[in-house]
T-cell receptor, first 113, second 116 residues
Framework: QKEVEQDPGPLSVPEGAIVSLNCTYSNSAFQYFMWYRQYSRKGPELLMYTYSSGNKEDGRFTAQVDKSSKYISLFIRDSQPSDSATYLCAMSGASGGSYIPTFGRGTSLIVHP | DVKVTQSSRYLVKRTGEKVFLECVQDMDHENMFWYRQDPGLGLRLIYFSYDVKMKEKGDIPEGYSVSREKKERFSLILESASTNQTSMYLC???????????????FGPGTRLTVL
């Protein structure tokens, strides 16, 4: 079993839908939980990060962490065609400069007009 | 703004050739990484470096080597390219953005390498 599991999709939704992207993990030492967004033919870019459990909101995006269930989610409200991308979850036990995150395989999201 | 650049966006090489992929970051980051990304497999770490002339193996170092002669530059070398090394190669460096206390990975745009 991989340390981080993420459904690759693709997930296809109509514009305006609420999108839920999820990852599960097995390593209870993970403390930092990240979501990266990767547009086609580009490198990933950090979208949000959360430390430990709880929610974090940034505009239309909400990240949730449930450490008891080892489950993290990214919600996108009022999804737009410009949100079409691959979303990678990532996790690490620390945030030092030498930390190495463990990535999920990524979920491909398609928002159609 | 942090910038990580990679020498080529697309590269086509023949089996057995020696291939150099270059990565440069302009934020004085100490830590740099090389990943490959394949459909269904996600990001896999090849090598990383904590400092000049330092290198550590990642999860899939076989068939690759690296060089870090200067802090800003991290090179990935395919000693003898093979068709199973056809992939997207991503370089990253780690640092903080603005006033954040969180060390994030900044990725380059990637090099899509095809080995024929």
């Amino acid at each position: 079993q991989k340390e981080v599991e993420q459904d690759p999709g693709p997930l296809s939704v109509p514009e305006g839908a609420i999108v839920s992207l999820n990852c599960t993990y097995s390593n209870s030492a993970f403390q930092y939980f990240m979501w990266y967004r990767q547009y086609s033919r580009k490198g990933p870019e950090l979208l949000m990060y959360t430390y430990s459990s709880g929610n974090k909101e940034d505009g239309r995006f909400t990240a949730q962490v449930d450490k008891s269930s080892k489950y993290i989610s990214l919600f996108i409200r009022d999804s737009q065609p410009s949100d079409s991308a691959t979303y990678l979850c990532a996790m690490s036990g620390a945030s030092g400069g030498s930390y190495i995150p463990t990535f999920g395989r990524g979920t491909s999201l398609i928002v159609h007009p | 703004d942090v910038k990580v650049t990679q020498s080529s966006r697309y590269l086509v090489k023949r089996t057995g050739e020696k291939v150099f992929l270059e990565c440069v970051q302009d934020m004085d980051h100490e830590n740099m990484f090389w990943y490959r990304q394949d459909p269904g497999l996600g990001l896999r770490l090849i090598y990383f470096s904590y400092d000049v002339k330092m290198k550590e193996k990642g999860d899939i170092p076989e068939g690759y080597s690296v060089s870090r002669e200067k802090k800003e530059r991290f090179s990935l070398i395919l000693e003898s390219a093979s068709t199973n090394q056809t992939s997207m190669y991503l370089c990253a460096s780690t640092g903080v953005r603005g006033s954040s206390s969180y060390n994030e990975q900044f990725f380059g745009p990637g090099t899509r390498l095809t080995v024929l």
